[in-house]
């Protein structure tokens, strides 16, 4: 654990746990970053490559929660640098994006979405459930990207609001959608609401929740996603938690049905 905020809240069954999927369930540094790097790089000419560090900085604006989107804003913002505009479709550009993190097999099996690996486990999922906390998921990933990583943890028809559902991250919409349905399944409503994400456009999406729906208490959880280097894990804590996150985990498996979020 990183470092935690006092926070009026216990994990009791009144709570639902909502989580986002990539750099949280699964490490998607060779993947979905991998794709994204590709991509600016082709459509660059080989001339640039984005860093992990740049990559970061731009989703640190808190806008660029679309991967897809990331790389045109990168592509568009090399050529601006040269004085050039570009005429790339986004169409093209999400063509070549998928075509390296997918691959072009049915299966998927020659993308880089099939080396993903995973942080979360099935067991996890279990103990919240047995725990008696509803659980779901918010992702801006695919409908079906995000559904073969839960199918390889043994996860059966949750409730998930990928991007085909909802706006993109900060909008709450998404989140509360999920909320709702996690409701729903266990026929009781809720108090307290916690997302766990790993961007500052998770963290500000509780933020607006908490505007948009106020009848729930929020907890914005942050996880330090895998790509982070050791030195700069500190400097990413603290740009979750100057974006709204109340806690701060170093993994998504600290955050157990036993954990005080009381303490400090």
């Known amino acids: 654990m990183i470092e935690t905020s006092k926070v009026d809240l216990k994990l009791l069954s009144s709570s639902i746990f909502a989580f986002d999927i990539d750099g949280v369930i699964r490490d998607v540094s060779g993947s ?63 063509e070549f994006f998928q075509g390296r993190y997918r691959g072009r097999n049915s299966d998927w099996s020659d993308g ?51 991007m085909e559902d909802a706006a993109g991250k900060p909008d709450p919409t998404g989140l509360l959608l999920a909320v709702k349905q996690i409701e729903l399944r266990q026929d009781k409503s809720a108090t307290f609401v916690v997302y766990v994400g790993d961007t500052v456009a998770d963290m500000l999406t509780v933020v607006k929740a908490r505007i948009y ?14 790509h982070v280097a050791e030195d700069l894990r500190d400097r990413y804590a603290a740009l979750l938690k100057k974006n709204g996150a109340d806690l701060v985990l170093n993994n998504v498996l ?4 036993q954990f005080n979020l009381l303490q400090s």
């Open 32 to 94: 979905y970053r991998r794709a994204l790097a590709d991509t600016v790089e082709y459509f660059t000419n080989a001339a640039y490559r984005p860093t992990p560090e740049e990559i970061d900085e731009l989703k640190a604006e808190g806008v660029w929660n679309n991967d897809w989107e990331a790389s045109q804003e990168l592509i568009k913002r090399y050529f601006q640098g040269l004085g050039k505009e570009i005429a790339i479709s986004y169409e093209t550009i999400v």
């Open 112 to 162: 880089y979405i099939a080396t993903e690996p995973l942080i979360a486990t099935t067991e996890y999922f279990r103990g919240l459930t047995i725990a008696g906390i509803g659980w779901g998921f918010f992702s801006g990933a695919t409908r079906a990207s995000a559904s073969y990583v839960l199918q390889r943890l043994a996860i059966d028809a949750p409730v998930l609001i990928a």
């Open 213 to 226: 729906d106020p009848s729930y208490q929020y907890l914005a959880v942050g996880v330090i996603p895998p």
């Open 254 to 257: 600290e955050l157990t049905p």
